[in-house]
């Protein structure tokens, strides 16, 4: 299986907001509402920020949300902060009882 | 609070074979799936596969089938994942992570394996 397919990497501005594609098939990404998404700071571990295409988990900002149109769910980061740079990962139940990631991007806060 | 703790750090040579581990706690360790997630340095997270204690049930990604085993103790809450020959090309970080409803809730710390002649 592929990965879903994400940008390489994306960037902006503090107080902008960004968002981060993630596209799949019907196989996957538009077959199921299991898309997540995940943060990863350099040298950590990733970090669950939205599950269930748009919900976040207790402690997680509002700035985060997550939404799905077919077969493509985004994330989209509101009021960027300087901690907020990371990579960025999306991740989505199969329909061969799988799990698959995307190949991550990088954004950068300007 | 959940915590999944991974053991340490590894330098392997190629051909050898290797066991590391998760220790769950904090939660019910067999009413929750646990799989295994492999970084080659500098790239993506690629799933291997997972196991569910309570019964074993194991599934593994097409890419790691037959290149790894999975299993888990409840006894003592533990997750593993083995190799019987190890290779360069798995030198690499390696996570453990609780999954539901298709997420991955929690990470362990993970833990770097390098295999090297």
């Known amino acids: 299986q592929s990965a879903l397919t994400q940008p390489a990497s994306v960037s902006g501005s503090p107080g902008q907001s960004i968002t981060i594609s993630c596209t799949g098939t019907?196989?996957?990404?538009?077959?199921?509402?299991?898309v997540s998404w995940y943060q990863q700071h350099s040298g950590k571990a990733p970090k669950l920020m939205i599950y269930?295409?748009?919900n976040r988990p207790s402690g997680v900002s509002n700035r985060f949300s997550g939404s799905k149109s077919g077969n493509t769910a985004s994330l989209t980061i509101s009021g960027l902060q300087a901690e907020d740079e990371a990579d960025y990962y999306c991740s989505s139940y199969t329909s061969s009882s799988a799990s698959l990631f995307g190949g991550g991007t990088k954004l950068t806060v300007l | 609070e959940v915590q999944l703790v991974q053991s340490g750090a590894e330098v392997k040579k190629p051909g050898e074979s290797l066991r590391i581990s998760c220790k769950g706690s904090?939660?019910?360790?067999?009413?929750?799936?646990i799989g295994w997630v492999r970084q080659v340095p500098g790239k993506g997270l690629e799933w291997m596969g997972i196991i569910y204690p309570g019964d074993s049930d194991t599934r593994y990604s097409p890419s790691f089938q037959g290149q790894v085993t999975i299993s888990a103790d409840k006894s003592i809450s533990t997750a593993y994942l083995q190799w019987s020959s190890l290779k360069a090309s798995d030198s690499a970080m390696y996570y453990c992570a609780r999954h539901e409803s298709g997420s991955w809730i929690d990470w362990g710390q993970g833990t770097l394996v390098t295999v090297s002649s």
């Open positions: 269930e295409v748009s």
């Open positions: 019907s196989s996957d990404v538009g077959g199921y509402n299991y």
């Open positions: 904090g939660y019910s360790f067999t009413s929750y799936w």
